[in-house]
């Protein structure tokens, strides 16, 4: 198939000239040929029509794990691509947290190897430190030359300031991106969820938010002395929001991500003990959450991000404090957004990550590559078991209210609508 004619689709691309607009999309090779009113259909091309089509560019997730290799039992990267496709991801960031860990070039042109000829496109993450242990840099250059587009250290927080600031300074002979994850593992101690009163009513050991708060303002406080780019992910505490919209002010180069299930859901959910809910970092008190969408809404939180980290059931379905932590979202990301931000919001968050990692955005004009998300915003339901296409079943929004409905994406020259792929 070379030529798709999308048929009453709604743009919703603030730098589109056609933003809000009710049009038909004709794409022939992968490129927008045309946009208008009506688009007479021809013999052999695919026609896409549904109900409510909305359309946007391309969606962007900045962390998204799967397992391939050493963990393909929790996911591979074939399949995490079509749920990322399926899920309205056109292209997604790889954490480097597989068995051996991406900390090499050799590492990084496998998941890219694995990747080719898939309608998602995949970003490798190459881990900071060896084996994400923390200790020593490893291969920066090397994995940037091979396609790593950022380092960092999956949910591992570097707690030697040294370390950190050489990666700073280091980086910036070739405009590298620094992802720092943020945790004083002195102050979390055993600690398994957020310190409060949801805490000591459950009898669970809590983590101070001053846990996160302390080593993010380290990190700023090295960067304000390095330079250097620094992307602060998943922030989770008011403090947290408050020290980065500071250092934005004083200019420094920092951006920060927060996760969909940390916008969405709050600490009250964790009283059945359910360890779907355990994440890092853990899920904050109702207050917090309202203080994060509000930090979206204004600008100081950059992007939006699934964080699906499929676990299997032998390391998920455990007693809550031997749990791991993570949870899948992909496949509920967009309809978990849609109760708690509006449309416009929602599409902009899963973008604007993109400017962040300096990866080519694709606004929807004539003559511009393909790269399209589709949707349809309104509806309800509930997410259920049926609703997950990711081999591991770990998901925080089992039975939790969505809006709307995914359709699918268009990029690489290759459509991928529900089931229908061609």
């Known amino acids: ?16 000239s056609f933003h809000n607009q009710t049009v038909d999309i004709k794409i022939e090779n992968g490129i927008i040929i045309e946009i208008a009113k ?3 259909s021809e013999n052999n091309i695919e026609v896409i029509e549904k109900e409510n089509l909305h359309v946007s560019q391309g969606w962007f997730d900045s962390s998204v794990s799967f397992g391939e290799p050493g963990y393909e ?15 309205g991801f056109t292209t997604i960031a790889l954490q480097p947290n ?41 291969e920066l250059f090397d ?85 250097g780019k620094l992307h602060i992910p998943t922030i989770s505490t008011q403090k947290s929001i408050q020290l980065i919209k500071e250092a934005k002010a004083k200019g420094l180069q920092v951006t920060c991500s927060v996760s969909v299930h940390h916008l969405v859901l ?55 404090d031997l749990a791991k932590d993570g949870t899948i979202g992909l496949e509920s990301a967009f309809g978990a957004l849609l109760t708690v931000l509006p449309l416009e919001v929602v599409i902009e968050k899963l973008t604007a990550a993109k400017k962040i990692f300096e990866i080519e955005e694709n606004k929807i ?24 296409l990711s081999k591991s079943k770990n998901s925080a929004f089992l039975q939790q209210k969505t809006k709307g409905k995914v359709y699918g994406i268009y990029n690489n020259k290759k459509l991928i609508i529900n089931n229908l792929q061609s």
């Open 143 to 227: 994995m940037k030359n091979a396609g790593a587009i950022a380092f960092g250290d999956y949910n591992k927080a570097i707690q030697n300031a040294n370390i950190q600031k050489i990666a700073l300074q280091y980086v910036q002979d070739f405009n590298g991106l620094v992802i720092s994850f943020c945790q004083d593992y002195s102050l979390k101690g055993k600690g398994i969820v957020n310190e409060g009163i949801a805490s000591t009513k459950l009898g669970l050991k809590g983590i101070p938010a001053l846990a996160e708060e302390l080593h993010i303002a380290r990190n700023l406080f090295l960067l304000e002395y390095t330079g």
């Open 38 to 40: 009506n688009i007479a």
């Open 73 to 87: 039992d929790r996911e591979t990267i074939a399949n995490g691509l079509q749920v990322a496709a399926k899920s």
């Open 98 to 138: 597989s068995f051996p860990v991406i900390d090499n070039q050799s590492q990084v042109k496998f998941v890219l190897d694995k990747a080719k000829n898939q309608a998602t496109t995949l970003f490798p993450i190459g881990a900071l430190t060896k084996n994400s242990e923390g200790t020593d840099l490893a």
């Open 266 to 320: 709050n600490e009250e959910i964790l009283s059945g003990f359910d360890s779907r809910y355990k994440v890092t970092p853990p899920l904050r008190d109702e207050v917090t959450r309202k203080a994060l969408i509000e930090a979206v809404i204004n600008g100081t939180i950059d992007c939006i991000t699934s964080d699906h980290n499929p676990l299997d059931i032998e390391h998920k379905k455990l007693e809550f």
């Open 365 to 388: 004009e004539i003559n511009t590559k393909a790269e399209l998300s589709f949707f349809n915003p309104d509806g309800e339901k509930i997410f259920t078991k049926e609703n997950i």
């Open 1 to 16: 198939m070379t030529t798709v004619l999308i048929k009453k689709a709604t743009i919703i691309d603030k730098n589109s």
